[in-house]
């Protein structure tokens, strides 16, 4: 029995008297000695989860966490800069300690692991990601990387097909899903030479069959006769693998990519049929019908457009407003269920955030924005549109703070998003201002400051929106304020 060994059955024998934390800090200790054991780490942040949530903690971890683990944090970072990744493994469970399902965490353990060359302790630490955000498009592709490394190709394959279904442009993903069917394919060729069977002639039929069967499915669409091309070659394949889901939603995909939206909703329920556990066959539902709906207003609209202004169809101008409503309705409850779904995906947030605010469910979309405003990429747009709820409820002095805070996040105040926020906390002081008719000191200075953020734009962007006028109506009103 090894050293770490004793460690991880004293912590069996606490965890049957429930005694959590020092099984935890047997885990940590046995970990310290063998930090190769995959098996026992991954228990240790389930039970690190569990005592947690007994206490009515976070397990992700919260500001007071934050603070707790700076130390820790900053320890990690000159481990990995010294590249003494066992010692930075066990700084990282220390963190974890506080936070298992901190997801920045578990990738530096990942990582870590990873450069150790303990490869399937990252693999299960990036499952452990997948777990808490199965559309972790990195976690993914990190996944992928390392199984193709110890040679499972078709859970690699797995992994990238992922990475695909929610970046269908990623190159990456194209070629290495390529690269790992051809090499399956020349393995299996291969092992059939390796049985004896490289001098027959059925077997050598059969190879090049199936290399231009591969290449058929490696082709590249551009076309709809492309896709009609591929739907013919992916029923074939159905055909010989009917329970297999995946190509189920991949036939659905080629079908809506043709608008045929019936059978791309009957691909996608034949997927889930087959497969009540797959999830992306779900999302591939509720993207196809938000697809179809966001087209049909938009030809809506384009009609209306084209119409001109003196000639428009009553029925159309009458259906417009219904449709628009539909539209709202299915995607509050579509991301709604998705944000259950996926809780740490925060463009989800703000995708449901923009529709509550459309829908005039101010403080349920500010909400949203609250808890998106976590994510470093999403805290210009999430300040910005907490600050329009604030504007429609009136509460001019929460809005520009929030306008504020966006814009101090924008790289360059000149670009289109900073000239938006700047005109957006200019409209706010001018509301401000006009909601101050008891004091007129106040209202003149709020006009003041709008006119100032007007003719920073000006000053870059004359023609932006409607900023001159804006200018000389708010000197009008200073005017009448009795400023000079």
Known sequence: MGAADSYFQKADLALKKHNYEYAIELFLQGLSIDPKITARRRQLHQIETLAIQEKGGNPAGGMATKLKVMG???????????????????????????????????????????????????????EEIIALNKTDVEAFRRMGKLL???????????????????????????????????AKMVKQQDDRKKAGG?????????????????????????????RKRAIRFKVEEIKKDSQNSRLWRELGALFQDLKEWAKAEESFRKAMEVNP?????????????ETRLDLELEELRKKIEASGNGNVDPSLLDLLPKKEEEVRKFKLTEYDRRCAAHPTDYELKVKLGKVLRESRKFDEAIGQFQKAVKDPKLKVVSHTQIGHCFVEKELYDLAIGQFSSALSGVA????????????????????????????????????????????????????YRDVSGRVDKLREKVAGVGVA
């Open 277 to 289: 556990q797959d999830l992306y066959a779900v999302e591939k539902l509720g993207t196809l019908k």
């Open 412 to 463: 360059d105040i000149d670009s289109e998003v900073g000239k938006d926020i700047k005109y957006s906390l200019a409209d706010a002081n001018e509301r401000k201002g006009d909601h101050n008719p008891a004091d007129a000191s106040r209202r003149k200075a709020d006009y003041l400051t709008a006119i100032d953020l007007f003719q920073q734009i000006m000053s870059i962007d004359i023609a």
């Open 198 to 226: 490289d001098e027959s002639f059925r077997a050598l039929l059969k190879d090049q069959s199936e290399s231009e069967e591969l290449q058929k499915k490696q082709m590249i669409i551009r076309t709809d006769e492309d």
């Open 72 to 126: 820790n944090e900053a320890q990690v970072k000159k481990l990995h800069f010294q590249k003494k990744y066992d010692e930075e493994v066990i700084e990282i469970e220390k963190i974890l300690r506080h936070q298992p399902q901190n997801v920045g965490a578990l990738n530096a353990l990942a990582q870590a692991l990873e450069l150790m060359e303990v490869h399937d302790g990252a693999i299960a630490t990036y």
């Open 148 to 182: 193709d490394k110890i040679g499972d190709v078709d859970k690699a394959i797995e992994c990238w097909e992922k990475v695909k279904l929610y970046k269908p442009e990623d190159k990456e993903a194209g070629k290495a899903i390529r690269d790992l069917s051809a």
